[in-house]
């Protein structure tokens, strides 16, 4: 079982930078592959970045690709998202997620409880 709590979001300009973290307790976290979801309002929750259990391996959504940069580190059970150049479009909440497997593509199986986003115009 893993617990994952997401800090870091807040108001920010259109152009500024925010930094989520996902910190993670419980077993396994090195091992698994994770990733950072979001969900503005009215839409469905999307893709945003994954991250293979090593670090080695990143993916991005092509609205992201550039600006937002997915690490982590597993000896402090952390994953990050570095977030520059943000647009009012990326106003959403920011979950993250951890998926009982090496690589991020497929099913995520822990979630946390989200981060609010906001970008002002």
């Known amino acids: 079982q893993v617990h994952l709590v997401e800090s870091g979001g807040g108001l920010v300009q259109a152009g500024g930078s925010l930094r989520l973290s996902c910190a993670a307790s419980?077993?396994?976290?090195?091992?698994?592959?994770m990733g950072w979801f979001r969900q503005a309002p009215g839409t469905g929750r999307e893709f945003v970045a994954a991250i293979s259990w090593s670090g080695g391996s990143t993916y991005y959504a092509d609205s992201v690709k550039g600006r937002f940069t997915i690490s982590r580190d597993n000896a402090g059970n952390t994953m990050y998202l570095q977030m520059n150049s943000l647009k009012p479009e990326d106003t959403a909440v920011y979950y993250c997620?951890?998926?009982?497997?090496?690589?991020?593509?497929?099913?995520?199986?822990?979630w946390g409880q989200g981060t609010q986003v906001t970008v002002s115009s």
């Open positions: 997620a951890a998926r009982k497997d090496s690589l991020p593509q497929g099913k995520y199986d822990y």
């Open positions: 419980g077993r396994g976290f090195g091992s698994y592959a």
